[in-house]
């Protein structure tokens, strides 16, 4: 029995409080809990009908679950109660705890240590609805109903207990095990509930709502979990419209924002992210009937050449193929269909074969027999009220035949929401079909699918370099030279330079690193915004000059060796973040990084096969090919170095602050790359 049980599947209630634990009491009674059910109020005789007890001293033992639903002030007296005598669980309803500012956050400290060891739900959270085993720890009506002895489903956890709701009012067919919300996570968060919802065999697919993590490592043990029992995992994370970090000392705090962040985590972890409740709702169907798919290519039939193109045009910009068919897979197409009909992925196999369910099948099953990943019909029901439906559940019933013979995923998807209802949706899936609504949001259902399928296949990540934080203290920011000096003791590969002071010759160094050469003003954090660089000076009287206005501006020079025949630009940059650890920003390099906002984020560490998926996601990564007469950029030496910036970044995870290469210049294939800027700033820790 885990920690959890008693909570999830509880054989006995006690629900305490007025109008919020007699609607608890209510659901559990309408849902059809078989256990004990113990109301208490201290000015009632009875609640629903049942025997009221003036107080949880005088239950008949120690409730399973406890639901409490008084005020603040009487809730923290209450758990300790509870705790004391030995309840199994605990859910609070009551709000006005840590959301609220200091004194919630002292209320709630309060509210944790009444708990102790037993497990708290909330507050401010409306509890859970379990729809196996017929349990409602709910204060609101639901739109769920019991799955039966034998149903499976997805699990659901909200932070949001409206949102919650909204979900259990759901008209898409999606079989629901579990919704549970979680509210402050005080003690018992998302994670723990997520690792003991994933054990149950009847669980398919777990859904995430998520506001703020409770914890990083909690989920990543949730995506441990997950892969292990071949249980995917779709989060939609708020909070991607929140303003990106100020810029501090360096390019990459401006572009690295805290939902690049987030993408990156669960790109690394294999959970997959969506952007709206709708899309979190079609992933989980397709999840549940047909689990992460193989691959991203997808077939699309239908009987209209409207529809055919809808459908080509959605899928552009996205990683779904519609794969070409080869003469072998559409001549027996053609053979059915006739000379008229232009046989190609998306199909628009025509009205001439409507209603013949011998042609539809045969058609159906030679596309089926192709071997995508997915195989998508197109089809839009009539309306019950006013229309015969005869000829769809032909098309239906060749489908599912097709699908069954060739042993091949299969979805239905309706262009427009409402022609497709709840009960055909459910009979889709008793046919195991997946019933999808809305071409954008089956489109992107079916991508996270084949994310996952993607993420499963890999190698299983490493724990985050989650590392103390040194913000707050003193820091060092060590000058472009330092910090180049810095970075080349990890074989970084940094141009020939000089620190210069104006007793010094800049001409006589210039001449002994050679032509051309660089002269850059130190101590100044954005060189070029402030035109305190000066490039390509090709002989003395150049570098008199450049030296001359330079003093103006600092009294510490750099001089080194101008990079020759370089073909891109990268900005390779780290910050450290409270939860992630230290992130890894790889952008286009130069001074529009932030205006082309062209970047990927890693989280350290990472291996090379990371960096070589992040670079070929930059829009300049077709620079490394070579691109309108250039010579291809060196790849290899692009990953290389980048391995050896995480490698200087993992050896000082406890003072790194911020380092901003910029740029990283890649040379043509087989010349390297060389760093051409360095920023650093590194915190002073009393333990290093």
Known sequence: MTRLQSLLNPRSIAAIGGKE??????????????????PVHPGRDEVCGLKAFYSVSNLPSAPDVAYVAVNRQ????????????????????????????????DLQSALIDAAGDMPLIGPNCYGLLNYVDRVALWPDQHGGKSLGDDGTGV???????????????????????????????AQTGMCELALDLLDDPRVTALGLHIEGFDSVVGMEAVARKSRMLKKPVVAMKVGRSQAAQKATFTHTASISGQDNAVDAFFRRIGIARVFSLPALLETLKLLHVSGPLDGYSISSLSCSGGEAGLMADAIEGKKLCFREL???EINPVQAILGPLVAVSNPLDYHTYIWGKREKIEATFSAMSSAGFDLNCLILDFPREDRCIGDGWQITIDAFEAASLANSAKACVISTLHENLNEECGMELINRGITPLVGVDE????????????????????????????????????????????????????????????????????????????????LGLAHKSEQK???????????????????????????????????????????IRDKQFGLLMTIATGGIMVEVFNDAQTLLLPFGRSEIEQALRRLKSTRLFDGFRGQPPADFSAAVNSIMLIQKFALANRHRLQELDINPLIICANGHGAIAADALMVLGRIDHE
Do not use: H
């Open 326 to 328: 080869t003469d072998d």
């Open 532 to 574: 305190a660089v000066r490039l390509n000076l090709a002989n003395a009287s150049d570098v008199a000059d450049a030296a001359r206005d330079l003093y103006c501006v600092s009294n510490s020079l750099y001089l080194e060796k101008m990079v020759a025949e370089p073909v891109m630009e990268l900005l390779i940059g780290i």
């Open 155 to 185: 699990a659901i956890i909200a932070q949001s207990s409206n949102i919650a709701i909204n979900l259990t009012m759901q008209r898409r067919g999606l079989p629901i095990a579990y919704i549970l919300t979680v509210g402050n996570q």
């Open 21 to 38: 634990a007699a609607e608890v009491i209510a659901q559990a009674m309408k849902m059809g809990f078989a256990g004990d059910i113990w």
């Open 74 to 105: 009487r809730t923290i007296g209450i758990v300790a109660d509870l705790a004391n005598m030995g309840a199994g669980a605990v859910i609070c309803y009551a709000s006005g705890f840590g959301e609220t500012g200091a004194l919630g956050e």
């Open 442 to 521: 089956a489109l992107i259902a079916i991508e996270v699918a084949a994310d996952i399928g993607k993420a499963w296949k890999a190698s299983l990540f490493e724990p985050l370099a989650i590392c103390d934080s040194s913000s707050g203290q003193q820091v060092d920011c060590p000058d472009e030279a330092e910090a180049k000096s810095i970075l080349s003791e990890f074989g970084i590969t940094v141009p020939n330079g000089q620190r210069l002071s104006p007793a010094e010759n800049a001409i006589s160094a210039a001449n002994e690193i050679g032509y051309p050469v660089v002269l850059k003003a």
